[in-house]
């Protein structure tokens, strides 16, 4: 092959710059953004290609070899009208691909959408498609909690339709792997585990007078324990075992307060109102601190600021919170599943629960907070763990996926 490789990383209905905890943004445009800028310095030409609106000009260079383009189809569409738009999104990625300056080597989507809108642009070319889907309809539906809507059938059908046809299917935790294996009938040889990273420059520990400013700028008071939440508000990410269990520590002599930073999932925005009020009701509203979504450099003082952070999530593809935490040196418990078993270092980098029972979520919190011993180990620890995963890495593993396909 004559000169880099160029490759399309496909997002057609998030965009990669958009902060994550907004809309529909969350870890997948983490790992989109930071794997893009790892693989050009791996000698790659990737373009992002987004339907989603990126600002006023179409095409954004971020960087020598990285560049975002926004394509026009499915902007201001809702998320479940999207496959309405996903050929006009494909002809758009053909027709960039047809051009002699631009052209593609490998076609990457990332999630459902994105597969379904160019799988076919792909085929009609011959060239390798990846898939990643960072989120899996069979994975929500079997750890979905009660009363929560199911994944639609189509999703379900693309879902298993792309993971038959695609190259390569690249998961982001050995729990999707399994998932796209056993429930979508994906071939072995043609799925990878390609873990995401973490930037431990940006997420590290801060010292004890940045702490306090941290607290201050957010109006928190000044002694007593921090449990933080970060990521999009919605019923999946499990807030509310978290407000129960806060409600069952309001006796301890240092009560903790709990930071959400996120906002809801458009159309969530009634979980929200059942949060605060259900702190009402447990007489804890004072102690919950929503502060929207902050942008990666304050999310990271927030966690290194922070005692505890929690990441009670019905299901997750990896975790990426978690690890962002453990770079922080800020301890994790979380719940025992899916992706969180590899985010997690159970005991070194925080905790991991069975289970969802706030009284047993409560009396691990209280013995954690209650043994600065413990939590001083836990912040040593947990940062090691997360100077293991590396966005460098991450890309190298990605490389080797993309160098079998291109031969």
Known sequence: MAGPARIALVSMHTSPAAQPGTGDAGGMNVVLLETAKALVERGFEVELLTGAAVGPDRAVELRPGLTLRALPAGAGLPKSRLPEAADAFGEAVAELAGRR??????????????????????LELGLPFVQSF??????????????????????????RFLANQA?????????????????????????WVVPPGVDTDVF?????????????????PEERPVLAMAGRIQSLKGHELVVRALGMLAGLRERPVLVLAGEPTPGDD???????????????????????????????????????TLVPSHSETFGLVALES??????????RSTGLLDSVADGRSGILLDGRDPGRWAQVLAALLADRDRLARLR??????????????SADRLSEVYSALLG
């Open 167 to 191: 190259s390569a299917v690249v998961a982001g935790s050995r729990a999707e792997a399994v998932a796209v294996l056993d429930d979508l009938g994906a071939r072995a040889d043609r799925t």
């Open 134 to 159: 960072h989120t899996l309809a069979a994975m929500k539906n079997r750890f979905a909690g009660p009363g929560v809507e199911p994944e639609p059938q189509l999703r379900g059908r693309s879902e």
């Open 380 to 393: 040593a620890s947990a940062r090691r763990h997360a100077e293991g995963h590396t966005w460098s890495e």
């Open 204 to 220: 590290r520990p801060l010292g004890d007078e940045a702490k306090a400013e941290v607290r201050a700028g957010l109006r928190l």
């Open 326 to 335: 453990a770079a922080c040196g800020t301890p994790v418990v979380a719940s």
């Open 101 to 122: 300056n631009v052209g593609y080597d490998l076609i990457h989507a990332h999630y459902w959408l994105s597969g379904i809108a160019t799988l076919p642009v792909a």
């Open 270 to 308: 009634e979980y929200l109102r059942e949060l605060l009020r259900l702190a009402e009701q447990l007489r804890v509203a004072a102690d919950v601190h929503v502060v929207g979504a902050l942008p990666q450099p304050q999310l990271a003082r927030l966690l290194a600021a922070a005692t505890l």
